[in-house]
């Protein structure tokens, strides 16, 4: 399967967990999961996503998308230890160049020069009432961008690593 295939396998699958009734979170983790891009995971580890809904429990904090998409791309490219990673190039180091971070980094980048915010109470402060349909098809749009980002990111394999850093605490290049 070609990239841009790949990459609309995960746009749809996000699309329909989210009309299934599946949170923001869970409807990218589980759309990265289900479509192949990752392996050797059991489809119950979007279960751990399941809480960041809402901007985690509803609480309006980081958007559950956004975070569905840093979990998937941990899948990836996170680390299980800090002597061996989970992935071929053998990257442990985090603020390294290449480094893990340079992959994530991209994650908050890319959905904030999308969306405006990372917000959740900011992306959807604009209903009154959260459970409104017009709220919901606000979040099925950033669902499906988000699913696009994160599947682009995975994409990328091992020049992930290579990525600039954005904003971030260090303010390194």
């Known amino acids: 399967m070609d990239k841009e295939k790949a990459v609309e396998r995960v746009v749809s699958l996000a699309r329909e967990y989210h009309r299934a009734k599946h949170n923001c979170a869970e409807s990218v983790l589980k759309a990265v999961l289900m479509s192949g891009l990752v392996e050797n995971f059991p489809p119950e ?80 402060g604009e209903f009154d009432d959260f459970f409104s349909e017009e709220r919901s098809r606000k979040c099925a749009g950033i669902v499906e961008k988000t699913a696009r980002i994160v599947a682009e990111i995975i994409l990328m394999g091992d020049d992930a690593y290579k990525c600039p850093l954005y904003e971030n605490v260090a303010e390194k290049k």
């Open 45 to 124: 580890v979007s279960a751990m996503a399941t809480g960041f809904g809402g901007g985690i429990g509803s609480s309006g904090n980081n958007c559950g998308a956004l975070i569905g998409a840093v979990m998937a791309a941990g899948m990836k490219f996170g680390r299980i230890s800090t002597e061996k990673s989970i992935n071929s190039s053998g990257i442990v180091e985090l603020r390294s160049n290449p480094g893990i971070y340079r992959v994530f980094n991209q994650i908050p980048y890319y959905f904030k020069k999308e969306f405006g915010s990372t917000n959740c109470r900011e992306l959807v």
